[in-house]
Structure formats: C-alpha cells, structure tokens
C-alpha cells in the first residue's frame, strides 16, 4: 500500500475558516481541472456524508465513492472507499492553528491507497501517488493561497 503526506502552511487564513474550505469537496472540481466531479450527499447533522468522485487519471477516469466523516471539533476529516477503483482508498485532512507565534493555519493531507493490481503497482502507484500529491497541493492553494516560506 502506498501513502501520500502532504502540508500546506497559510498564513492568511484562520484554522476555522480553512477547515471550512477544505471541507467544501463539492467545489473541487472548479479549483483543478483534473478533478472532473464531486458529488456529494448531504446528511441531516453534518458528521457523515458520502460523495462520488471522478478524476482524469493517465488516459481514463478514476471513480469512486467515499464515507466521509468530519470532527468539527478537531478539525478532522477523515474518508474511505466504499466502491470504485481501488482496493483500498483511505485517509484524513486535518486543520490546525499554525502555532503559538504565527499567524494562520496548517493543512495535513494523508492518504494511503491499493489498487489491487501487485503486477502493475510498480508502474500506476507511483503515477497515482505524483497525481494525488499534485493535485492536493493545486486545490490546497486555490483554497488558501500560496504556502508560507
């Protein structure tokens, strides 16, 4: 199984107002183009939703559906695969203050995934990794700006 980590620093938005943002899946697809769809299924008390996904992935379309559950009071999110295209596809967002001295938040994406194939993993799951790692920090900008040096 191959894990994806990623941190995005800005110092322009508050930990509330990003977690805010990042929890908005269903406006992806107008942040990067390679994000074709998001589809999400509302729930009564915001903790669990579903959503269906559709991503250009090399010549054809990644798609699946995940449960997606949010902490609101940890900032937390966290998914996983219900159907689709991986065996396995899982992980969690987490928003947090940027620190005692500076202003601003931090994103931590993670995400581990299996495709299920072990003969090809050596040549998709490195391009899947490049992609997923790509794109997070291509939506993660758009939502709060350029990272923080």
């Not at 203050?97 to 003969?119: E, I, T």
């Not at 291509?138 to 709060?144: G, H, P, R, V, Y």
């Amino acid at each position: 199984m191959r894990t994806v980590e990623l941190e995005h620093r800005s110092p322009a938005v508050d930990t509330r107002a990003a977690y805010e943002l990042v929890r908005d899946f269903g406006r992806y697809p107008e942040l990067v183009a390679i994000v074709r769809k998001v589809e999400v299924h509302p729930a009564a008390d915001r903790a669990v939703i579903g959503s269906d996904w559709e991503v250009d992935f090399r010549n054809g379309v990644l798609a699946w559906s995940e449960e997606d559950t949010f902490d609101d009071s940890a900032m937390v999110i966290s998914f996983r695969q219900t159907a689709g295209d991986f065996e396995v596809f899982e992980g969690q967002w987490e928003v947090t203050p940027a620190g005692p001295d500076a202003s601003g938040c931090v994103v931590r994406f993670q995400a581990s995934f299996d495709f299920g194939l072990p003969s090809l993993s050596g040549i998709i799951d490195p391009v899947a990794e490049r992609v997923l790692r790509e794109t997070i920090a291509t939506i993660l900008e758009a939502l709060l700006g350029k990272e923080a040096a």
